[in-house]
């Protein structure tokens, strides 16, 4: 008889953002006619730049003719890709050999599929609140215990608070963890961890001999040049750190799909060999995953020239600038916001001590506009609440003029 993995069952309420889709076509349903604005789920709304548009055109007119047809790929993908992307972490200051690179389909796939090369019974660090990813792959693999509906967590799983008195970066944690999950820039909290900050990981991970997974999906929203753009920036990062990376909100591929993952061939775990853990990345991409579209890998290449780098960086000020309209108009209504400067996320604290899930009712009844509620990112994301800088301009106007006319506060 067949059985069901029946650690899906430990799953709490269903995944977020189905939840908030659900809410927010019941509120249509009763209130036809009514415009939603929708700052919920993190999502590009511009279309792709002109030069990116020409790679991917290059990319269906390369299928199209016999001398340049492609079939399946490089293993690891189209080797011109990986060497753009060692000479983009050259850039940013790391170093970081083609070799190491395995291009995806986007990060939230590796970001769910990178703890099946790790040992079933590895303690697991999560920041928390934390992108949902990362804890629910990990309850699926049975590395947690239940949920525990009055504390909001899972037993077995190491949370790392992310408060307010520390800038929402966390310390690493007092017991020993195995894998610890770190997400700068933040996603949902918009926080940045800085240099020091990586380093105090770091020196954690070399010390208990742990793996930091990195996810730098929003990387190139950062704004201050002090701040670091990749986990390998840092000294040691390639002896304990994978990073995960995402054309996604770097160049509107969220249609696309196009990722990549950094595994240095100098990361060693207990009891391994020299380069294992690559090889059994590798050993895992090739045996569940095809490879990432041809045409998307062309699209890919041609956002990292240097006329694709200057067109993307354009579009990720297009919405760095509806952050910066979020942040001011909530902030003239006297709300404390945090996020928003380095990443295209901000954070607000509920106002009047509601919840997270009341506040978004009250949104959403009250001024029309969907976000995101911090208690679904996990137990400290409660009293909080995510508003997403992904929109047309007219729409985040439009928004936030609902909100300041409409929200009673
Ligand atoms: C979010 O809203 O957190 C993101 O859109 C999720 C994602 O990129 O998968």
């Not at 660090?125 to 504390?151: C, K, L, T």
């Not at 690559?278 to 041609?302: E, M, P, V």
């Amino acid at each position: 008889m067949a059985r069901l993995n029946h650690h899906y069952r430990k799953l709490t309420a269903g995944y977020l953002f189905p939840e908030i889709e659900r809410r927010m076509k019941a509120f249509q349903k009763d209130n036809p006619g009514t415009q939603i604005h929708r700052l919920g789920i993190g999502n590009t709304t511009e279309p792709l730049t002109p030069g990116v548009a020409r790679g991917l055109e290059e990319g269906v007119k390369r299928l199209a003719a016999a001398e340049t047809y492609t079939g399946y790929g490089d293993e690891q993908g189209l080797t011109e890709l990986r060497e753009a992307l060692s000479r983009y972490y050259e850039s940013l200051g790391a170093k970081i050999d083609p070799g190491e690179i395995f291009i995806s389909d986007g990060a939230k796939p590796d970001a769910g599929n990178i703890q099946s090369i790790f040992s079933a019974d590895s303690v697991i660090a999560f920041q928390d609140p934390a992108y949902p990813v990362y804890v629910d792959s990990n309850v699926i693999a049975g590395r947690s215990g239940s949920y525990d509906g009055e504390r909001d967590n899972y037993s077995g799983f190491l949370y790392m608070p992310c408060r307010e008195e520390s800038g929402f970066i966390p310390a690493p944690p007092a017991q020993k963890a195995d894998l610890i999950y770190l997400c700068s820039p933040n996603n949902p909290t918009g926080a940045v961890a800085g240099h020091r900050q990586l380093r105090e990981f770091i020196d954690y991970a070399r010390r208990h001999k742990a793996v930091i997974i990195f996810d730098a999906a929003y990387a190139e929203f950062i704004t201050d040049p002090g701040l670091p753009r990749t986990i390998f920036e840092i000294e040691g990062a390639r002896e304990c750190a994978i990073e995960i990376n995402s054309f996604s909100k770097f160049a509107g591929f969220t249609g696309v799909r196009l990722g990549w993952s950094v595994v240095p061939k100098t990361l060693v775990v207990e009891g391994g060999e020299p380069a294992e853990v690559h090889r059994c990345w590798l050993r895992r991409q090739t045996t569940f995953f095809n490879g990432a579209s041809n045409i998307a890998q062309r699209g890919g290449l041609a956002v990292l020239s240097p006329e694709g780098l200057r067109e993307c960086r354009e579009l990720i000020g297009y919405y760095m600038e509806n952050s910066r309209i979020i942040k001011r108009g909530l902030q003239e209504l006297g709300l404390t916001v945090y996020g928003g400067e380095n990443a295209p996320y901000l954070w607000l604290k509920t106002p009047g001590g509601l919840t997270s899930w009341e506040f978004f009712d009250r949104l959403l009844q009250e001024a029309h506009v969907v976000g995101t509620p911090g208690s679904g990112f996990g137990p400290s994301g409660e009293g909080y609440f995510r508003l997403s800088a992904f929109g047309h301009r007219a729409d985040i106007e439009k928004a936030m003029e609902s909100i300041a006319n409409r929200l009673i506060l």
